[in-house]
């Protein structure tokens, strides 16, 4: 299984971004999908979570209230729209997918297939 992250950028302050994630060699819509974040030095953090079917959507501290994250399984793509961006938004941002079954929501060492990343920096 393969992710690939798109839609980063280098916005102002207040700005919104939408990133995406594609996902080849599976099945996406039998997988568990995420966000997380990490700034150089830094720990990944997690940001958002989506279930198999999209039902079930969880945030972390960093993605509450300004991020939503979707998915549409007929198309094979997951997003995380980002609004009101602030500059501690800048990070490498990575999607994740695991299947169901050994995803804990947020625990990064759960979800067995990673991205490359791709990079938001907000700054005025």
């Known amino acids: 299984v393969q992710l690939q992250a798109s839609g980063g950028g280098s916005v102002q302050p207040g700005a919104s971004l939408r990133l995406s994630c594609s996902v080849s060699g599976g099945d996406f819509s039998d997988l568990d999908m995420a966000w997380f974040r990490q700034v150089p030095g830094g720990e990944r953090k997690f940001v958002a979570h989506?279930?198999?079917?999209?039902?079930?959507?969880i945030y972390g501290d960093s993605g509450e209230g300004r991020f939503t994250i979707s998915r549409d399984n007929a198309k094979e793509t997951m997003t995380l729209q980002m609004n009101s961006l602030k500059p501690v938004d800048s990070a490498v941002y990575y999607c994740?997918?695991?299947?169901?079954?050994?995803?804990?929501?947020?625990?990064?060492?759960?979800?067995?297939?990673w991205g490359q990343g791709t990079l938001v920096t907000v700054s005025s």
């Open positions: 994740a997918a695991g299947p169901p079954y050994r995803v804990l929501s947020g625990i990064e060492r759960t979800y067995d297939y």
């Open positions: 989506i279930g198999w079917s999209g039902g079930r959507t």
